[in-house]
């Protein structure tokens, strides 16, 4: 096996993402042949050299598992709380491989939540340019008005966000930042209508961050798709991706999009909808017209020239 970075290899053992396995890096967690490692650009061979994280010894690969969670309200997206609240992977008991959550939703979210130990596609999908867009169903307090809703997609301005329970170092959020452009439509008017939003990126609690900046309370989330992905399940259950699922998904994260084969299951929303794009128009295959208008008929002569 040739030289790769010590990070690429912890992330395709499953132990933790890239961006996570750069962390352990740096705070010394990571070892190699018994030397402390801590420059980020090191490299080894994990066939011959014996490379340890948190002083256990890391193994060869274990073969990726893919699963899409329902996630319901009220549970963490993390392997473990400090607080003792429950966690996504309380509803994963029953798979053996250590997967980790692609991405998060917050404590009172829910919907389309992605778990996997293939840590290089985790780090793709997560990265600041992948742009692998996500559609989420958001209830608010109040009806916004129009100008301040095509302010949200033009990109606003959101000040330092809170730091997540438990988290010790500096998130790069802890200054204002503006959020991209993002996609917004009204589903249902009402006291508190309902909006489908579309982001490409995912900052912390960014939706409710943006609502909250034209003063309007987040009061439901869902998450109804993710990249190519639909939610096709019912909150708490998991499935494991298919093989095209995991295809397309990959040609996501590196801007390749493939196109998408749309479920006919029943949509998110409990209404059966069959949601398949309309086929192009048939044109008449007519492979010999011009050759047959200027042949002759059987009794008819061939024209003079």
């Given amino acids: 096996m040739a030289l790769e970075r010590l990070q690429k290899i912890i992330a395709a053992a499953g132990i933790a993402s890239r961006r996570h396995a750069e962390e352990l890096i740096k705070s010394g967690m990571v070892s190699v042949n ?17 490379i340890k994280v948190n002083n256990k010894l890391l193994k060869a690969p274990e073969q990726h598992v893919y699963y899409a969670l329902n996630k319901p309200k009220g549970y963490v997206t993390t392997s473990s709380d400090p ?23 917050d404590y009172a979210s829910e919907g389309l939540l992605l778990l996997t ?38 990109g606003v301005r959101l000040p330092p966000a809170r730091p997540r329970p438990g988290e010790r170092r500096q998130s790069p959020e802890a200054r204002p930042v ?21 982001l490409i990126e995912g900052r912390n609690r960014q939706i409710r961050r943006m609502f909250e900046e034209i003063g309007h309370h987040v009061e439901k989330i869902r998450r109804v798709s993710y990249g190519p992905l639909r939610l096709d399940i019912e909150p708490g259950v998991f ?67």
Avoid: C
């Fill in 239 to 305: 499935r494991p991706l298919t093989a095209a699922e995991i295809s397309q998904l990959r040609a996501a994260a590196t801007g390749r999009p493939k196109r998408e084969v749309p479920p006919l299951r029943a949509a998110a929303t409990g209404r059966p909808k069959r949601d398949v794009p309309p086929s192009p128009k048939a044109r008449p295959d007519r492979p010999f017209a011009k050759k047959n208008r200027r042949s002759p008929g059987p009794n008819r002569p061939p024209k003079k020239r």
């Fill in 178 to 198: 503006t959020t991209a452009p993002a996609k917004i439509h009204q589903i249902k008017e009402g006291a508190n209508p309902w909006y489908e939003v579309t």
């Fill in 34 to 50: 018994g030397q402390i490692v801590t420059e980020l650009g090191t490299k080894a061979d994990l066939e011959h050299d014996h």
């Fill in 117 to 154: 130990n293939d840590g290089e596609l985790t780090q793709k999908l997560t990265h600041a340019s992948s742009h692998v867009p996500k559609t989420y169903l958001v209830k608010v307090s109040g009806e916004p008005k129009a100008e301040d809703i095509q302010k949200l997609r033009g």
């Fill in 83 to 105: 607080e003792g609240r429950p966690t996504v992977m309380d509803l994963l008991r029953t798979v053996s491989a250590r997967v980790y959550p692609v991405g998060r939703l």
